[in-house]
């Protein structure tokens, strides 16, 4: 009783459980680590394995949820996903067990209904319910002794920041599936160690949860007391910023001095959360000040316009969230990525110096540079990043944000309209990995080439993959408001009738990926379906239609009782318009 479990150890999890046996193969045995008086043996043979639920003081609780992800399994068939082991940033992203096989619904195979419930409780609203939430322990499966079975490697205690339902496709046939991307807690205080002394005491009935808290390490404490408002000081970094550990906020610090478990109860008009400085003691980034700092980058000028660097940096780095890559890069991979994009990009004249945004983007307050020696204050120069090969992206907080698709859009409508007016926006955000973003309506599936045919003109064939939309609705919507543009209500004449269109509020295109519903759809003349659609127009909080270049008004949206229009997708289109200040 009592062991405990180092960060980095690799452990034999052999068939044979004998937990008598400490040590297999030269590995010390899982089984004989976690050996307890109060708790069932340990399974490791999925990927989610819960340990029993009981019944304690103070509610139900599971005492954890043990993780194991098998790197080799990764695209095959039976494991059709590749889980992301982020751990110097303290990130994983893992995949539920719903397979292209499964006949019962997306949430209700044993491994994601039970991460499902953990995400519930780790998403409670006050200390006394997370204290029964469930910690996440993770193990990477790794070979040893040329064998990859039977070996896996402790990577530490996680809770559950986000879940989303995807698409998954295993040989061509689409499937459903959960993605949970989890924040790994930092174990520094505790000597990267985790004593199962505290995951025996979980699942000891006689004990409350506050009691069981007791051997719990200080950042699942802190989480514990403060919720996700604590994630960024609590969240596990190899290469902390200058200062080391010592330089989190003295919020960060001050709450493990703090007596008793639970915060006394808040008064009436008190603030809702704490306020601290995470990472590099910058201020609390927020939507509102995340778009701020956009809008007022301190850029350069030549010949009387803005330098683009920065904007062309900045969006870089919003693609790399977008495509759920880490947020920072290497040096040498920014070099030759954002240097092709100021090649292209760039103003005319401008020269292609990758190196000062790498640097100096962190005057902008969302850019984070790490790896250069610490003693490094001034500006490196291309020799000292070559040498050291150091990493920069976007910081903790403006990635957390801006891995929202709202708050993602207004970001890159904010940048391409106050920096880059005149560029070719089609053929920049291609150009990203972030196409469609420059439309309302989006781009559908890629088009495949499948081989060229002689003629006179050079021609392709290629297979398409079309969004199908619903042409009942289309008409139903239409006859709501009788063939009349919501914007003007304009009723164009045919020979045979009247005419208008039905336009998407969300598009369906990538990558909006809004839906088919009478809830998103405008009916428009053909012209302001166009400016629509090409984000010229959007419709203000209080139905305003307002042109977007200089909030001009030119109309009020006519509503219909029968069609109740859903204001989340107004909303993002005015975020893709970058007008959205709720």
Not at 128 to 145: G, I, K
Not at 465 to 471: G, Y
């Amino acid at each position: 009783m009592g062991s405990r479990l180092r960060v980095g150890e690799v452990l034999r999890s052999a068939q044979n459980r004998d937990p008598s046996i400490p040590v297999i193969d030269g590995y010390r045995n899982i089984h004989h680590v976690t050996a307890s008086r109060t708790l069932a043996q340990i399974q490791l043979s999925k990927g989610i394995n819960p340990v029993a639920k009981v019944r304690a003081p103070g509610g139900r609780r599971r005492p954890a949820i043990l993780i194991r992800s098998s790197p080799w399994k990764a695209g095959t068939a039976a494991t059709p996903w590749h889980d992301v082991f982020d751990l110097d940033n303290g990130h994983v992203r893992y995949f539920g067990d719903h397979r292209v096989d499964h006949t019962v619904p997306v949430g209700s195979t044993q491994g994601n209904a039970v991460l499902l419930e953990a995400f519930a409780e780790h998403q409670a609203p006050t200390p006394e319910q997370r204290a029964l939430a469930a910690p996440l322990l993770l193990f990477a499966a790794v070979t040893r002794n040329k064998t990859p079975k039977g070996y896996v490697e402790f990577c530490g205690v996680a809770v559950i920041e986000r879940v989303e339902q995807i698409e998954q496709q295993t040989e061509g046939r689409p499937f459903p599936n959960y993605r949970y991307d989890l924040v790994v807690l930092d174990l520094s205080t505790e000597d990267d160690q985790v004593d199962w002394a505290w995951i025996e005491a979980r699942g000891n009935p006689s004990l409350s949860a506050s009691d069981a808290l007791e051997l719990a390490p200080r950042a699942w404490l802190q989480w514990v007391k403060h919720g996700d408002l604590a994630l960024p000081d609590v969240r596990r970094q190899t290469a902390r910023s200058e200062g080391g550990p010592a330089s989190r906020s003295q919020w960060a610090m001050d709450s493990y001095k703090t007596p008793g478990l639970f915060p006394a109860p808040r008064q009436p008009g008190s603030a809702g959360t704490a306020s601290f400085s995470p990472g590099e003691q910058q201020e609390e980034l927020t939507a509102s000040t995340l778009v701020d700092k956009l809008r007022n980058l301190q850029v350069h000028r030549l010949n009387g316009r803005p330098s683009r660097h920065k904007p062309l940096s900045l969006l870089w780095g919003i693609s790399r969230v977008a495509a759920g890559k880490p947020r920072l890069a290497p040096w040498r991979e920014f070099r030759d990525e954002v240097g092709g994009l100021l090649a292209e990009f760039g103003l005319p004249g401008s020269s292609v110096t990758p190196e000062y945004p790498f640097w100096r983007l962190k005057t902008s307050q969302l850019w984070h540079v790490r790896g250069l020696p610490s003693d490094s204050s001034a500006e490196p120069s291309p020799v000292t990043l070559e040498r050291f090969n150091p990493e920069a992206g976007l910081n903790e907080q403006a990635a957390h944000l801006l891995d929202d698709s709202l708050m993602r859009s207004q970001a890159v409508a904010v940048l391409r309209e106050t920096y880059l007016a005149d560029v070719d926006h089609h053929k920049l955000m291609n150009r990203l990995g972030l196409a469609g973003y420059e439309s309302a309506s989006g781009v559908p599936d890629d088009a495949e080439e499948q081989e060229t045919e002689p003629g006179p003109a050079s021609r392709r064939t290629v297979t398409l993959s079309r969004i199908v939309r619903d042409p009942e609705l289309t008409a139903a919507v239409k006859r709501l408001h009788g063939d009349r543009c919501q914007v003007c209500a304009l009723q164009l004449s045919t020979r045979f009738g009247t005419y208008s269109e039905a336009a998407h509020i969300r598009g369906l295109g990538r990558p909006h990926n809004g839906p088919d519903k009478l809830s998103n759809l405008l009916v428009l003349c053909p012209n302001h379906h166009v400016q629509f659609d090409a984000l010229a127009i959007y419709v203000d909080t209080d139905d305003t239609v307002r042109m977007t270049a200089d909030g001009t008004p030119i109309g009020q949206l006519r509503r219909q009782p029968t069609h109740q229009i859903n204001e989340a997708h107004l909303r993002y289109h005015r975020a893709l318009c970058g007008r959205d200040d709720e």
